[in-house]
Structures are given as structure tokens and as C-alpha cells.
């Protein structure tokens, strides 16, 4: 089996496609890559924008909002 390179234009516009649609399933399928790596690459700010982005089931939209907000609060006063 042949390894795989992606440059990071194609691992930004990946992020961006699952930002669309929505599903990091759905643009992993579209882009025959795993979802788990374009998890990675959503989750790493080089390739998302510089935000962080929360891959968790069941989070409305507001939510991931909210656990940044947390997250930056504990890391502040820890």
C-alpha cells in the first residue's frame, strides 16, 4: 500500500469542506481519507484557521463556543 502525502493547502481545504458540510464523516468520505485524520488536521491550527475546533458527538453548535471559553478560563487560573 502506497503512503499518502497531503500538502497543507489540500489538509486546509479539507477542514474547510467539513466546516460546510457539517460532517467530518461525510468529507472524509468525499475526499477518500480517513475521518480520524481530518480530525487531526481540524484540531491543529495550522490547518483550521488558528481556532480550536471540537470533534465531539452531540455538541450543538454553541457548544464547542462555550468549552473554549472553559478551557481558556482554566488554563488562565491553573
Known amino acids: 500500500m502506497k ?3 497531503f500538502d497543507d493547502e489540500f489538509k486546509k481545504m479539507a477542514v474547510e469542506l467539513s466546516k460546510l458540510k457539517g460532517s467530518v464523516k461525510d468529507a472524509a468520505y468525499e475526499l477518500d481519507i480517513t475521518a480520524s485524520r481530518l480530525s487531526k488536521w481540524r484540531n491543529n491550527p495550522q490547518f ?4 480550536i475546533m ?3 458527538a452531540g455538541l450543538s ?3 464547542p463556543i462555550v ?5 481558556n478560563m482554566h488554563l ?3
Open 3 to 5: 503512503h499518502r502525502v
Open 48 to 51: 483550521n484557521g488558528g481556532k
Open 54 to 56: 471540537m470533534d465531539v
Open 61 to 63: 453548535a454553541h457548544q
Open 67 to 71: 468549552l473554549t471559553k472553559l478551557t
Open 76 to 78: 488562565k487560573y491553573s
